[in-house]
């Protein structure tokens, strides 16, 4: 835990510096002042709007490898919950360890002194010396498989104070780049399994939960998660590609017979938009698996079916 607590101290101060650039920092303002505006008549957090930040943002400047801003800022993100993930990893295995050694003593809950048997059966002094060793080596083993620290409730609790303060105010919207970072995400993951069926498989990967164990673990820290939720982002995500779905479904179907060049491109761009759909769900389920670990507030979302506008509501 000291580890990762002087890991996570270098991680945020350059996560401070990025929210504090002016570039950043106006463009979240703004994006603040147009969701107040359209709320009121808009549910949803506009997909085309963290769209335009994605795609705006490298308009910035890119790195050799061709990364954006967001780019890094999202892989600083995936750094902090794979540094989580390792707090995790570890705890789990002691708790491991001690569980194995654990099983050979009869009742964890009623640990006899082996020492109190043995003077009351007047053994030698070397036996009693022996059976306290042995009491110390119990105890300690009942100890550790019954001790509940909830270290990311330390993690949480000793960065809190310092990232909620007035002085780091600039802190407040992180929540709003959120939308704009999952649309960079959810095209980095496309591209990562893309690579896989590649021979050069630079960047190639199935798989990275990194970067939602990242966003729930800052979502708790800045204390922003009914902020986000305010957005209803997935919500609006889901349906948005439902309804792209709907139209290209539409068009095909109109189009029929007509032109095989036009069905190819329809074909193509509704598995294109089925792939995209796909990897946000992922991408919610993952996030909403990490907020548990935090004890988040969930907030009640639509699972609306693909083939019809009925919707039902299920708490996760």
Known sequence: ???????????????????????????????????????ISQEYFPYERAQKFNRGIRKL???????????????????IGNAM??????????LHCSSNAARFIPDL????????????????????????????????LTRNFHQDTDYFKLLVDVFAPALRDNK????????????????????????????????NRTGAAFTDD???????????????????????????????????????????QSGSGVDDKLQQTLALTL???????????LLYLSVSSARVFFRGDWPVVPNNNNNNNTSTTHSQ
């Open 1 to 39: 835990v000291n580890f990762t607590y002087q890991f996570l101290r270098r991680k945020f101060h350059v996560f401070s510096q990025f929210l504090y650039d002016e570039h950043i920092k106006s463009r979240l303002l703004k994006d603040l002042q147009h969701w107040r505006q359209v709320k």
């Open 61 to 79: 400047g890119l790195t050799g490898d061709g990364l954006s801003y967001l780019d890094q800022f999202r892989g600083l993100i995936t750094h």
């Open 85 to 94: 993930g390792y707090v995790r990893l570890v705890r789990s295995g002691g």
């Open 109 to 140: 809950q009623d640990v006899v002194s082996l020492v109190q048997l043995c003077e009351d059966a007047h053994v030698s002094a070397e036996t009693i010396r022996a059976a306290e060793n042995l009491d110390a080596v119990i105890n300690s």
């Open 168 to 199: 780091n105010s600039h802190l407040k919207n992180f929540y709003l780049i959120i939308p704009a970072m999952t649309v960079n995400f959810v095209e980095h993951s496309l591209a990562a399994k893309d690579n896989m069926s590649k021979k």
């Open 210 to 252: 990194g970067f939602a164990m990242g966003l729930a673990y800052m979502l708790k820290v800045l204390n922003q998660n009914s902020s986000f939720d305010s957005l209803h982002w997935w919500s609006g995500v889901r349906r948005r590609f439902i309804k792209e779905r709907e139209k290209v479904e539409q068009q095909r």
């Open 271 to 281: 598995s294109r938009l089925q792939h995209y759909q796909q990897e946000f769900e």
